[in-house]
């Protein structure tokens, strides 16, 4: 028997109106057929999945920014060109970094994009390479509030759809601070930071702070690869992101697991992307090094790595059936949540489609496709639905 949510059975009420669904007359006594047809795709996606899906993993930006290489008088800020109806041009400085549509920038096509894989809700948060830490903090913090205030009024106006996260100049934690107490009154939930800070490492107790106002103010945090190891080494063949990012996801787990930020913010909220990177495919490697030269390893930290396993959350963006499962068996279904990377060329452009076609219980792939983010959010299922 198929059930509808309340407001799952309102939508399909309001969408008998459309010949495509006189077939639900069967399904659904007593209802009427007075209001405007729903799209066929949102039926379909209705219809075969009752599920709450929220996408953890998204990056949006802003359809117009200031030039702020012009504005602040230094440095390769980002800027976008629209140089033709749909398409802008991400250029660092006068280089080009990377051409984006606009689903980059468009809330209502990308909600009508995630229709087709009945996905009801993304998380979004900025591009790793806006981030800026290089700057000067002042000049950081006023381009990281404009973004923050962008995503902040796209929450407001879209409570069901979207969740935000903020950035903030992590090159100064004072100001870091207070920009997260600040965006969590315009409605930001969450942090998304790198995995490095201008190539250090977030065991550095200069970002010990911000950690800690997090876990403070109930903020989540998502860290990002970006800046990527070795990566002028490795032009070729998009090494940084096939080699440089998987290694990055897992020097910042190492340095938070080592360095001890776990264990002193036991309630701090922290999901890695891209599934935990190379992480959770050598953590046998890992804990061996903990155990085999403490002397090097377990200097500020006595507890093994692998205890740590499912007290940090990873997305899902795998791309691979087998490895998400064995995701799964070393993280437990509520600490793996769908992620996607939308709308880059290396995410996961079907949303999870993998992971329905797996053969996975009903209440693994709820806990993916929704329960693991509201746990990591610290939201309500019932808000969204
Ligand atoms: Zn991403």
Not at 148 to 159: C, E, F, T, W
């Amino acid at each position: 028997m198929i059930k509808f949510s309340h407001s799952t059975y309102d939508e399909l009420t309001r969408a008998s109106h459309s010949a495509s669904v006189l077939v639900f007359s069967c399904l659904i006594p007593n209802h009427s057929f007075f209001a405007p047809p729903l799209k066929n795709s949102h039926i379909a996606g209705l219809l075969k999945l009752e599920m709450l899906k929220i996408d953890s993993h998204t990056h949006i930006l802003p359809k117009k920014m200031p030039n702020w290489s012009e504005k602040f008088g230094y440095g390769d800020f980002i800027y976008l060109q629209h140089h033709k109806k749909g398409f802008a041009k991400m250029m660092r400085g006068n280089q080009f970094f990377r051409e984006i549509k606009s689903n980059c920038w468009d809330p209502q096509l990308r909600i009508e994009e995630y229709e087709q894989f009945n996905t009801q809700v993304q998380v979004v948060c900025t591009i790793p390479v806006m981030f800026s830490y290089w700057a000067k903090p002042l000049d950081c913090l006023a381009l990281s509030q404009f973004l923050n205030d962008h995503i902040g009024k796209l929450v407001a106006k879209y409570p069901k759809q979207y969740i935000g996260l903020g950035t903030v100049p992590m090159q100064d934690a004072e100001l870091s601070v207070k920009e997260l107490e600040r965006f969590k009154k315009i409605g930001l939930v969450g942090l998304q930071i790198g995995s490095n800070i201008n190539d250090e490492n977030l065991n550095e107790e200069r970002f010990f702070p911000i950690f800690e106002a997090c876990e403070r103010l109930n903020l989540a945090v998502m860290v990002h690869p970006w800046n990527m190891m070795g990566e002028k080494k490795m032009q070729r063949y998009w090494l940084p992101w096939l080699v440089g990012m998987p290694a990055e996801t897992s020097r910042a787990i190492c340095s938070m697991i080592f360095g001890g930020v776990f264990s002193r913010l036991p309630k701090l909220r922290v999901m890695f992307a891209h599934a935990g990177g190379s992480f959770l495919p050598t953590i046998g490697r890992i804990e061996h090094g903990f155990e085999c030269r403490p002397d090097l390893v377990a200097i500020d930290n006595p507890i093994n790595p692998r205890n740590y396993l499912g007290q940090f959350w990873v997305d899902s963006v795998t791309h691979d059936p087998l490895m998400l499962d064995y995701v799964l068996k070393l993280q437990g279904s509520k600490r793996v949540m769908l992620g996607s990377d939308y709308p880059f060329p290396l995410g996961d452009l079907e949303i999870g489609k993998f992971i329905e076609d797996m053969n996975l219980p009903k209440k693994t792939k709820e806990d993916i496709f929704c329960n693991s983010a509201l746990e990591w959010l610290n939201l309500n299922k019932k808000d969204f639905i």
